[in-house]
């Protein structure tokens, strides 16, 4: 299998947004999902919040994998995983340091060890 493409979904600031429904991803390494920001532009791992829903039979892992050194001096700290993901529960993992986690293609990367939906929602940034 591959990757599974999962879009942000982008919290509205001083509004709301309908809680969306996140992207299916399979198990394994090499699987997972990978977040991109829209247009081919870099994903903002910053203001990167991930939303994990175990819905399969049994306990998982999520891991967020270390980026890729260099450009990312940072990757050698290794992945970030959440354990003991329970059936039927939600996790949230981030906001995350882009030069520890960012990959040489401009994206994020979870893998998960069990089937899980992912969300990735991005926090909006005043300007």
């Known amino acids: 299998m591959a990757r599974t493409a999962v879009p942000y979904s982008n919290l509205v600031p001083n ?33 990167t919040i991930l939303r994990l829903v175990n819905a399969s ?15 990312n001096v940072a990757a050698g700290q290794g992945n970030l995983t959440s354990t003991n993901i329970l059936t039927a529960t939600t996790r949230w993992m981030g906001p ?8 040489s293609d401009g994206s994020i990367i979870v893998e998960t060890t069990q089937a899980m939906t992912v969300t990735a929602f991005r926090v909006p940034r005043n300007t």
Do not use: C, K, W, Y
Request: proline residues 7%; without cysteine; charged residues 10%.
């Open 15 to 47: 509004n709301e947004l309908a809680d969306p429904a996140g992207t299916a991803v399979t198990s394994g390494a090499g699987n997972g999902g990978q977040i991109n920001a829209t247009s081919g532009a870099r994903a903002v791992p910053e203001l």
């Open 57 to 71: 039979g049994s306990t998982g892992t999520a891991t967020l994998l270390a980026g890729t050194n260099p450009p």
């Open 96 to 103: 995350f340091e882009s030069n520890r986690f960012m990959q």
